[in-house]
């Protein structure tokens, strides 16, 4: 666990500079003039990014080393987000035309998703590159941990402070990745060389990586389905008005937050489960979880039932990172990892779409849905026998 050390730190830092962002775009977008769909655009075009690019950084971390691409990526996500910092910083001051806002903030938070994109499967290919496989699982768990601690943090630092102006927190957001860059220098290791000639193209169909591909969308399609419906589903379902809703849904997500941090801190101590286990275990849980969530008719009942299945899924991600890392030579594991990272992407792309069209016929189908793809997920693995 000490090897990955500077990858865990990195990952709370860059997460949650992603995530700060969330904290002060809604009054950003007001001030600048701009429309809601807006905001939902420049939030999107990260997980375009991650979808276009995430395969791309992964094979170059195999070609190259990771230790070069990881600082390549995290210190360009710095350098975007310091411009985005400047700009914004002038422009509530002195708002310029809308078109200009506009064109500033889809470049530059498309730029960081770019970089950023890379974070995810090159750390990945790092503990696949540092671990034996028996312990991959625990260490990506560990990996996640911080994903999630990141994803709790951003939000937090960027409202707090908001308070001193609404650049300041993306301006804490350059520096974040800035502080990251400096520890990966110092105290990461090369794990992987890279290697330029010879190697073969791990096609994106291999059929190495079709479970660990599916596990990905589902499991991220899922997260954002919750994260989407959950506000609409306490309205309408719990019969809340809109001030307490609001309260119930933060309560409802935070619980969930730390659900999700409690068991990948319990896979990253019990090393005696294999990957496969964690999958099959965590796609059953999960889809009790949600088939409990669309039966959910108070906040208590629903807090519970979405915490089971975020226990799930919590148990299902580093599974399937695990499961790709094992399923491939060293020399794949950036291309794997980057191949299985894109399939993320897509899920955070689709989830909202699917979703909210889901729920325009019924505020249960979406979760119902969620819980019919983890079950097919887990009669995959009981027949498949991965």
Same mark, same amino acid.
């Given at each position: ?12 830092? $860059?997460?949650? /500079? ?10 950003? *977008? ?8 807006? %905001? ?55 708002? =310029? ?8 903030? #889809? ?7 770019? &970089? ?9 290919? #790092? ?14 768990? %560990? ?28 301006? /804490? ?41 599916? %596990?990905? &969308? ?7 389905? $919750? ?24 309560? #409802? ?8 941090? /409690? ?11 294999? =990957?496969?286990?964690?999958? +099959? ?7 009790? @979880? ?10 208590? &009942? ?27 030579? +060293?020399?794949?594991? @950036?291309? /794997? ?11 955070? *792309? ?37």
């Amino acid at each position: 666990m000490k090897a990955i050390r500077p990858l865990i730190f990195t990952n709370i830092l $860059c997460v949650s /500079a992603m995530m700060a962002f969330l904290a002060v775009i809604g009054p950003i *977008i007001r001030i600048l003039g701009l429309k809601e769909w807006h %905001a939902g655009l420049t939030v999107a075009l990260g997980g375009v990014m991650w979808i276009l690019f995430s395969r791309f950084w992964g094979i170059k971390s195999d070609r190259q080393g990771r230790k070069k691409i990881l600082i390549t990526a995290v210190a360009g996500f710095s350098v975007f987000y310091l411009i985005l910092a400047v700009f914004v910083n002038f422009a509530v001051i002195s708002p =310029p035309v809308m078109i200009v806002s506009l064109s500033v903030l #889809v470049f530059t938070r498309g730029i960081i998703g770019l &970089f950023y994109s890379a974070i995810p499967p090159v750390s990945a290919a #790092v503990v696949a590159d540092k671990t034996p496989p028996e312990q991959r699982a625990s260490s990506m768990a %560990a990996l996640g941990a911080s994903n999630g601690l990141g994803m709790i943090l951003g939000p937090v630092v960027g409202g707090l402070l908001a308070v001193y102006g609404l650049a300041v927190p993306l301006y /804490a957001a350059a520096v974040f990745p800035l502080a990251a860059v400096i520890v990966l220098a110092v105290m990461l290791t090369e794990s992987h060389n890279g290697k330029t000639e010879g190697q073969q193209m791990l096609k994106i169909t291999d059929k190495r990586l079709r479970y660990p591909s599916l %596990a990905a &969308f589902i499991t991220m399609y899922s997260v954002v389905t $919750c994260q989407i419906c959950m506000g609409f589903f306490v309205l309408d379902r719990l019969g809340y008005e809109a001030i307490e809703g609001s309260r119930v849904t933060g309560y #409802v997500l935070s619980a969930c937050g730390i659900s999700f941090i /409690a068991i990948q801190i319990i896979v990253t101590k019990v090393k005696s489960i294999t =990957p496969e286990t964690w999958m +099959k275990l965590g796609a059953v849980t999960a889809f009790f @979880g949600f088939i409990l969530t669309a039966l959910s008719n108070t906040a208590v &009942f629903l807090a519970l039932a979405l915490c089971i299945g975020t226990i799930g899924m919590g148990m299902v991600m580093p599974a399937f990172q695990a499961i790709t890392a094992n399923s491939v030579s +060293k020399d794949e594991q @950036g291309a /794997a990892a980057g191949t299985v990272s894109a399939f993320q992407g897509i899920g955070i *792309i689709a989830g909202p779409l699917a979703s909210t069209m889901l729920y325009g016929i019924n505020p249960s189908l979406p979760f119902i849905v969620a819980a019919s793809a983890f079950a097919f997920m887990a009669l995959w693995a009981l027949f498949k026998r991965i």
